[in-house]
């Protein structure tokens, strides 16, 4: 059973471009959260999504960022005209419940680098 | 609001001793769920030990285990017998009830030396 799968790794993006993270759940998982972690800082709660909804997108920033979760494929980060700013690692876990007790299985992250 | 503070930004102990990790929470829910994940230098995110706000007795997990103190909101992570792989970053984490997401601490970063 493979874990949470993310990709790419590493993206370096130049600044105005635009970055797609892509995070496949755990298979059985309909629960997909995106986190974001700045060098030497703990994660940040970005959005959760189930499968064709957000349901809670309380630390997205405003603009510039969006995020699905379609019925077939994978889930989506985007962040449209990058800043040096948005360079950060991203995260994705998922779990197969929305239980309090639900462990969250992360990915191995994508590390922006916005040039 | 809610909020997790790890106070200690570095720690280091030596190898096969036993060593403290320090979270404290803040929350006005009664039901909460709290957790200790390890960040290794590769950067992945590794679960370590959950324990339930109404859970009586401290979790454990092999090496790891929870020292829960309600009344003082505290969750501290103690790990028994360091070893040279248990130098990481470790963040503990919580989640509220109704709240899917996980509010995490800035971490602490352990050295276990030889």
């Not at chain 1, 699905?68 to 449209?80: T, V």
């Not at chain 2, 309600?70 to 984490?93: P, T």
């Not at chain 2, 919580?94 to 601490?105: A, D, Q, S, T, V």
Request: charged content about 20%; aromatic content about 12%; overall charge positive.
């Amino acid at each position: 059973n493979a874990g949470v799968m993310q990709n790419p790794r590493h993206l370096v993006r130049r600044r105005g471009q635009e970055a797609r993270l892509r995070c496949s759940p755990m298979k059985g998982h309909s629960h997909v959260y995106w986190y974001r972690q700045l060098p030497e800082e703990g994660l940040k709660f970005m959005v959760y999504l189930q499968k064709e909804n957000i349901i809670d997108e309380s630390g997205m920033p405003k603009e510039r960022f969006s995020a699905e979760f379609p019925k077939e494929g994978p889930s989506i980060l985007r962040i449209q005209q990058v800043v040096r700013g948005d360079s950060a690692a991203y995260f994705c876990a998922s779990s197969p419940t929305s239980a309090l007790a639900a462990e969250a299985f992360f990915g191995q992250g994508t590390r922006l680098t916005v040039v | 609001a809610q909020k997790i503070t790890q106070t200690q930004p570095g720690m280091f102990v030596q190898e096969k001793e036993a060593v403290t990790l320090d979270c404290t929470y803040d929350t006005s829910d009664q039901s909460y769920g709290l957790f200790w994940y390890k960040q290794p230098s590769s950067g992945e995110m590794i679960f370590l030990i959950y324990q339930g706000s109404y859970d009586e007795q401290n979790a454990t997990e092999g090496r790891y285990s929870l020292n829960f103190q309600k009344a003082r909101k505290s969750a501290n992570l103690v790990i028994s017998a360091s070893q040279l792989g248990d130098s990481a970053m470790y963040f503990c984490a919580m989640r509220e009830h109704g709240y899917n997401k996980l509010i995490f601490g800035a971490g602490t970063r352990l050295a276990v030396h030889p």
